[in-house]
């Protein structure tokens, strides 16, 4: 029996297990491993963060609390910005709306040398050409590209998509040029105060080519005297009294009678500059500023405020208008004859021709040409416009021309020295120079004293009397005192005056008991309507058009209407036999 017996396993117990637990417990610690190396990682990281938060924080402090340096001023929105810079300055209203401005673009050219040299197929080049931009003419394009010249262009400014569609053609020898496009953003709304520009981008009408220079000298926008609110008001005005009768164009204006500054400008027709008409087109030529025109009775506030400054006569003083007035060979008569003799404000209201003839011969020729002169009549205005005409004056002033001038016949000027000659008439009497430019808050205003104060003073009597009692009842409007002149003249034609077309103006101020703003509203040739009764004169056809234009202007450029009595509703007070007091109806 051998003394080494078999070893007995104990029950539960496997050969393999001291294995599987060495093998356990390795795996333990290679996760305990793993995750002190996670948590060391963590650990750094929140320290990173941590540490980048504390820089963030540090600097804001530093930013908000410590930093003493001024900040960097902000530009203005109007001007330009570096990235930004366009060769032309931008032209904006009076309230800094934006009238004209510049952006970039690209136009397209070709070197026909280079398509030649890289053996391009100019036929087939065209025709993928005209593919992409089919405003070409396929035959003008084969030519130009065909031409021996270094450089033709094919289009000019193009947009972003026709860029990338012209270049995603490939074909040599077509290459893009920077540059910049002018844009109207009210398009024909201010078309003859602005201007326009051409293909190359020069002024070539209205505010762009008078100030050509000094757009591409300046950053800074250009700011009109225009109010574009007011513009809009006096267009549509305008546009609707033309269509109303049928005529063939007018001009309506704005003017600031204590500055000279031109609120609005209107002619019609008028132009879109975005896509401007041949040069000889009629909507190009500036009715306000460039004709020249008879603006009939208009001009008897010019009589009247001559006769009136020279001292010869008084609001008092009458004068023989019994039967028509025969003069040199003409006979002058009223259309609406009184047949009597007639005071100054009755001459006016009434319109009459006849005495404003003799008023005329009783101040004489040379007071006459003299006063003419120094109110503006017989001189260009300054304005700052290329389009401005100047008046045509007779040579010699004899004294018929004294006596047809008296009542706007013989004496062609422009609508704006009407409407600026009589801004003097109602300001105090003093004329300011018209002008398209802002004037700042404080600026001196070049002024020459043309009237006295009190024949000012007169004037402005006369001309509210004219709209309450006389051929302006239509221009009234309810608490802004409308004070002017109605002014129909016949047009001259081969052999004479045309009798049906006829140059319709109404001329007003407001409030009269201190005017602010001068209005001028002219249709050239109206057509009777049913609604006029046949009439075309200026009392049925431009001072309505007049009084829509002051009632929707004067709020809007801060003028409050007077307070109005309530009308009554009653005839009186009755006494009841109770002693109470009861309303009268009636």
């Given at each position: 029996?051998?003394?080494?017996?078999?070893?007995?396993?104990?029950?539960?117990?496997?050969?393999?297990?001291?294995?599987?637990?060495?093998?356990?417990?390795?795996?333990?610690?290679?996760?305990?491993?793993?995750?002190?190396?996670?948590?060391?990682?963590?650990?750094?990281?929140?320290?990173?963060?941590?540490?980048?938060?504390?820089?963030?924080?540090?600097?804001?402090?530093?930013?908000?609390?410590?930093?003493?340096?001024?900040?960097?001023?902000?530009?203005?929105?109007?001007?330009?910005?570096?990235?930004?810079?366009?060769?032309?300055?931008?032209?904006?209203?009076?309230?800094?709306?934006?009238?004209?401005?510049?952006?970039?673009?690209?136009?397209?050219?070709?070197?026909?040398?280079?398509?030649?040299?890289?053996?391009?197929?100019?036929?087939?080049?065209?025709?993928?050409?005209?593919?992409?931009?089919?405003?070409?003419?396929?035959?003008e394009t084969i030519e130009r590209l065909?031409?021996?010249?270094?450089?033709?262009?094919?289009?000019?400014?193009?947009?972003?998509?026709?860029?990338?569609?012209?270049?995603?053609?490939?074909?040599?020898?077509?290459?893009?040029?920077?540059?910049?496009?002018?844009?109207?953003?009210?398009?024909?709304?201010?078309?003859?105060?602005?201007?326009?520009?051409?293909?190359?981008?020069?002024?070539?009408?209205?505010?762009?080519?008078?100030?050509?220079?000094?757009?591409?000298?300046?950053?800074?926008?250009?700011?009109?005297?225009?109010?574009?609110?007011?513009?809009?008001?006096?267009?549509?005005?305008?546009?609707?009294?033309?269509?109303?009768?049928?005529?063939?164009?007018?001009?309506?204006?704005?003017?600031?009678?204590?500055?000279?500054?031109?609120?609005?400008?209107?002619?019609?027709?008028?132009?879109?500059?975005?896509?401007?008409?041949?040069?000889?087109?009629?909507?190009?030529?500036?009715?306000?500023?460039?004709?020249?025109?008879?603006?009939?009775?208009?001009?008897?506030?010019?009589?009247?405020?001559?006769?009136?400054?020279?001292?010869?006569?008084?609001?008092?003083?009458?004068?023989?208008a019994t039967k028509p007035l025969v003069?040199?060979?003409?006979?002058?008569?009223?259309?609406?004859?009184?047949?009597?003799?007639?005071?100054?404000?009755?001459?006016?209201?009434?319109?009459?021709?006849?005495?404003?003839?003799?008023?005329?011969?009783?101040?004489?020729?040379?007071?006459?040409?003299?006063?003419?002169?120094?109110?503006?009549?017989?001189?260009?205005?300054?304005?700052?416009?290329?389009?401005?005409?100047?008046?045509?004056?007779?040579?010699?002033?004899?004294?018929?021309?004294?006596?047809?001038?008296?009542?706007?016949?013989?004496?062609?000027?422009?609508?704006?020295?009407?409407?600026?000659?009589?801004?003097?008439?109602?300001?105090?009497?003093?004329?300011?120079?018209?002008?398209?430019?802002?004037?700042?808050?404080?600026?001196?205003?070049?002024?020459?004293?043309?009237?006295?104060?009190?024949?000012?003073?007169?004037?402005?009597?006369?001309?509210?009397?004219?709209?309450?009692?006389?051929?302006?009842?239509?221009?009234?409007?309810?608490?802004?005192?409308?004070?002017?002149?109605?002014?129909?003249?016949?047009?001259?034609?081969?052999?004479?005056?045309?009798?049906?077309?006829?140059?319709?103006?109404?001329?007003?101020?407001?409030?009269?008991?201190?005017?602010?703003?001068?209005?001028?509203?002219?249709?050239?040739?109206?057509?009777?309507?049913?609604?006029?009764?046949?009439?075309?004169?200026?009392?049925?056809?431009?001072?309505?058009?007049?009084?829509?234009?002051?009632?929707?202007?004067?709020?809007?450029?801060?003028?409050?209407?007077?307070?109005?009595?309530?009308?009554?509703?009653?005839?009186?007070?009755?006494?009841?036999?109770?002693?109470?007091?009861?309303?009268?109806?009636?």
């Open positions: 029996m051998s003394i080494f017996a078999p070893k007995r396993h104990t029950p539960g117990f496997h050969a393999g297990d001291d294995l599987q637990a060495g093998a356990a417990l390795r795996l333990d610690g290679v996760r305990m491993q793993a995750i002190e190396t996670g948590r060391s990682r963590l650990v750094v990281t929140a320290l990173v963060f941590l540490l980048a938060f504390a820089a963030v924080g540090a600097r804001m402090v530093d930013v908000a609390v410590i930093d003493r340096n001024p900040p960097k001023a902000h530009a203005q929105p109007q001007a330009r910005t570096d990235e930004l810079q366009m060769e032309r300055a931008d032209i904006s209203d009076r309230t800094g709306v934006l009238l004209a401005s510049s952006l970039p673009t690209v136009s397209l050219f070709a070197r026909p040398e280079d398509l030649r040299i890289a053996k391009v197929d100019v036929e087939n080049a065209a025709i993928r050409l005209v593919g992409v931009l089919p405003e070409l003419d396929l035959e065909s031409s021996g010249r270094q450089f033709v262009y094919l289009k000019r400014n193009l947009t972003p998509r026709q860029q990338y569609d012209v270049n995603n053609l490939g074909i040599p020898g077509l290459l893009f040029e920077k540059g910049e496009r002018r844009i109207y953003p009210h398009g024909s709304l201010v078309s003859h105060a602005v201007g326009v520009t051409d293909v190359d981008n020069k002024g070539v009408a209205g505010i762009e080519k008078r100030f050509e220079n000094a757009l591409k000298e300046s950053r800074e926008p250009l700011a009109l005297s225009i109010d574009i609110r007011v513009q809009t008001i006096v267009r549509n005005e305008l546009a609707r009294a033309v269509e109303e009768f049928s005529a063939v164009g007018g001009t309506g204006m704005v003017m600031d009678v204590r500055t000279g500054e031109l609120v609005a400008m209107v002619s019609l027709p008028d132009f879109d500059p975005n896509d401007p008409p041949a040069p000889t087109d009629s909507s190009m030529f500036n009715r306000a500023t460039k004709g020249a025109y008879e603006m009939g009775s208009t001009f008897k506030l010019f009589n009247t405020a001559m006769v009136l400054d020279h001292g010869k006569a008084n609001l008092n003083s009458s004068f023989d003069f040199a060979g003409h006979t002058i008569h009223d259309d609406h004859a009184l047949n009597r003799w007639l005071s100054i404000p009755e001459i006016l209201i009434h319109s009459s021709n006849i005495g404003s003839a003799r008023m005329a011969l009783d101040a004489g020729t040379e007071a006459q040409r003299a006063f003419m002169a120094r109110i503006g009549m017989l001189q260009a205005p300054p304005l700052e416009l290329p389009e401005v005409g100047a008046p045509l004056v007779p040579s010699p002033w004899r004294e018929i021309n004294t006596v047809t001038i008296s009542f706007g016949h013989g004496l062609s000027v422009t609508p704006l020295q009407l409407l600026a000659g009589t801004a003097a008439l109602v300001n105090g009497g003093e004329y300011h120079a018209p002008t398209l430019l802002a004037r700042a808050p404080g600026d001196a205003v070049p002024a020459i004293r043309v009237i006295k104060p009190k024949t000012s003073e007169n004037m402005r009597q006369l001309m509210r009397m004219v709209v309450t009692d006389g051929t302006g009842k239509k221009a009234d409007v309810p608490g802004y005192e409308v004070g002017g002149k109605t002014g129909t003249a016949e047009k001259a034609g081969a052999g004479g005056y045309r009798k049906k077309a006829v140059l319709s103006s109404f001329i007003a101020a407001f409030p009269m008991d201190a005017p602010r703003y001068a209005v001028l509203m002219m249709i050239d040739e109206p057509q009777a309507t049913k609604q006029t009764f046949g009439f075309i004169t200026a009392g049925w056809t431009a001072a309505p058009a007049a009084g829509r234009v002051i009632a929707q202007i004067a709020p809007l450029l801060g003028l409050m209407p007077k307070t109005l009595p309530i009308p009554p509703t009653t005839k009186g007070i009755a006494q009841s036999k109770g002693g109470r007091e009861v309303a009268a109806v009636e």
